[in-house]
């Protein structure tokens, strides 16, 4: 008897190993990003980490919940266009408090947005997604306080607690990556919670879930909630640090790309929207400036067909099969 | 001058006319979406494009090869229906065992293809296709002046979805395409060649999106990013009407475009977002929307 309990059975072994194997692994990328910074343009991974949060809010959703929403575009438009306007028209007003406002109003709306569309399911539920979000889209063409075609622009960056300056890349950048580590952390507890557990039970068969008691309504919309609010959140970082929201972070193209971001990388895995974020803002980047530049929608729809035709589990979800096929 | 709660009767009828007209798209492309949707279990997002495609044809074909609005009207359908058989053929067949939100995002990944290579050879700025000689003018009603060409629209769009909805619901062909609906396995069991069902399902949704197209060439601008705008509007209308029913998907594309129009008398402002003002209503009173099916 004492032998048994004191040594640990081979599966416990595994999994221990599993989590030193992924301990050591955000270790790494942790400090990845701390370097980061010095070695490439900051600029340039800023947009890279609020793209790949925002694909890591719509990951948990489509991901997890397997909800497909495409009008996550409305999330990150009214996160940006909070945050902007609030930051210009309230000098007085700290970059974090701005942050928070834009993120809480995607929260609401998050809030109403989901109630209504999880009355549909699948198909409808896109389809209901997308229009609520082009509504969102004609309001902010209209509505007086986002500039219309032109936009907000000149957000000043401020100063972070009214302490630290933000004009300096550097320093806008490690508020960035503590964003995203934050939003990241967040994400990876409610995966992995009990929560997480019920949201897949919910992606792999509802009707189950229903018969097992649980409200898988509510579930529903606490996922949407937490996703639209974290979509929020991006946007919001994502004008403080290009100190401009504009109608682009609004159009149903932008709910598009997002998807394609997280197709990419691998649906419902946790690092797959960031390699996917990272991989088109690259190739969105590199094409501007190649005689390409006027085919980047053209390759991006080539870039989805591929993906759905051949490579539906993405780059992250591939490497896993592999991983899993010869590491056992 | 007579008028209608503060508006003349002319301004009145006159922008009832303009709804109907954009109501009678939204039926024809709704229509196709739920045709296809019947069978192939997906969303067509690409109609808004293969719409587009239908009117670049139009006037491709006038300009360079001299085909006329009347060819057109006959041709550009079969021509995209055949592309959109192909696309079914090689592509969307390979995905019809997998979750059909996959079938979104291809048909989704298609759209960008096109509406992109378009705007590559066009640019973003529409133009503009003669109105045929034959439809030229107008006719005085009396209470308002129609432009002949509008009428011609109304007219043909109809004519288009009730001859589908006669098709779908009274021949053999139809039958099939109902039962198919229903359970294809069992079709195929019956020895009815399914997947040659599909295809021709499938093309002949497109050729409705790009019969559609033709008719709006010498009313809209034609541009690459004519369909896009117009496809989300008809997702809303299709999310309001269900697309359990042929009649219920025409009727709710009609009176959708109505209440537009309406709109556009009474309250400018709300206009192109009232539709979607709809959709949320319906959503809240009746999940299913209008003529749907499922609970």
């Known amino acids: ?328 | 001058m007579t008028m209608i709660f503060g508006v003349p009767l002319a301004v009145f009828m006159g922008q009832l006319m303009l709804g109907l007209i954009n109501g009678a798209f939204y039926a024809l492309l709704s229509l196709g979406l739920a045709v296809i949707f019947g069978l192939l279990k997906i969303i067509n997002f690409a109609h808004g494009a293969q719409y587009m495609l239908g009117a670049f044809a139009a006037l491709l074909g006038l300009q360079y090869l001299g085909i006329n609005y009347w060819l057109a009207l006959l041709l550009v359908p079969l021509v995209v229906g055949g592309l959109g058989m192909v696309i079914e053929r090689t592509i969307l067949r390979r995905i019809a065992h997998l979750d059909h939100l996959y079938g979104l995002l291809l048909t989704y990944g298609l759209a960008l293809i096109f509406e992109g290579t378009l705007i590559n050879f066009f640019g973003v700025s529409g133009a503009s296709y003669p109105v045929p000689e034959a439809l030229q003018g107008g006719l005085n009603l009396g209470f308002m002046f129609l432009p002949t060409y509008r009428g011609w629209v109304l007219v043909a769009a109809l004519a288009v979805c009730l001859g589908t909805w006669f098709v779908i619901e009274r021949t053999r062909l139809g039958a099939y395409l109902r039962a198919g609906t229903e359970n294809p396995a069992l079709m195929q069991a019956f020895g009815v060649n399914v997947p040659q069902l599909v295809t021709l399902t499938y093309g002949f949704g497109v050729a409705l999106a790009a019969f559609a197209g033709v008719l709006a060439a010498p009313l809209y601008p034609v541009s690459p990013t004519m369909g896009s705008s117009l496809l989300i509007v008809v997702f809303a209308v299709v999310v309001i009407g269900g697309m359990g029913s042929i009649l219920g998907a025409i009727l709710t594309g009609l009176a959708m475009g109505l209440v537009e129009g309406l709109t556009k008398v009474y309250y400018p402002e709300a206009a192109n977002t009232v539709i979607f003002l709809v959709m949320i209503l319906v959503l809240m009173l009746r999940p299913a929307g209008l003529f749907g099916k499922e609970a």
């Open chain 1, 1 to 328: 008897m004492t032998a048994t309990t004191q040594t640990l059975s081979p599966s416990m072994k595994r999994r221990r190993r599993a989590r030193q194997r992924r301990g050591a692994l955000y270790l790494a990328l942790l400090a990845i990003g701390l370097v980061a910074p010095f070695v490439a343009y900051p600029v340039f991974l800023m947009k890279i980490l609020c793209f790949a949060l925002f694909a890591c809010a719509f990951n948990l959703l489509l991901g997890y919940a397997g909800l497909l929403s495409f009008g996550h575009a409305a999330f990150l438009a009214t996160g940006g266009y909070v945050t902007g306007y609030l930051l210009s028209s309230h000098p007085a007003l700290t970059p974090e408090t701005g942050i928070l406002a834009g993120t809480l109003a995607s929260l609401g709306l998050g809030l109403v947005f989901g109630a209504l569309a999880i009355r549909r399911q699948g198909i409808y539920f896109a389809m209901v997604t997308l229009a609520l979000a082009q509504m969102v889209f004609f309001f902010y063409i209209q509505a007086p306080f986002t500039g219309g075609e032109d936009g907000l622009h000149g957000v000043p960056r401020g100063q972070l607690f009214g302490l630290i300056d933000l004009s300096s890349n550097l320093a806008m950048y490690y508020f960035v990556f503590a964003v995203f580590v934050l939003g990241f952390a967040l994400i990876q507890r409610t995966v992995h919670s009990p929560f997480g557990q019920v949201l897949k039970a919910i992606r792999e068969n509802e009707p189950r879930a229903v018969s097992l008691g649980y409200n898988v309504d509510a579930y529903k919309l606490v996922a949407f909630v937490i996703s639209a609010g974290l979509a929020g959140l991006a946007g919001s970082t994502k004008t403080v640090v290009f100190q401009l929201a504009s109608l682009t972070d609004a159009h149903w193209h932008m709910s598009g790309e997002v998807i394609l971001m997280t197709l990419l990388g691998g649906v419902g895995t946790l690092f797959g929207p960031l390699v996917g974020a990272g991989l088109v803002v690259s190739l969105q980047t590199q094409l501007a400036q190649s005689p390409l530049g006027n085919w980047v929608s053209v390759i991006l729809g080539a870039i989805f067909v591929i993906c759905v035709l051949s490579f539906r589990s993405g780059i992250v979800g591939e490497i896993q099969k592999i991983v899993r096929k010869n590491f056992k």
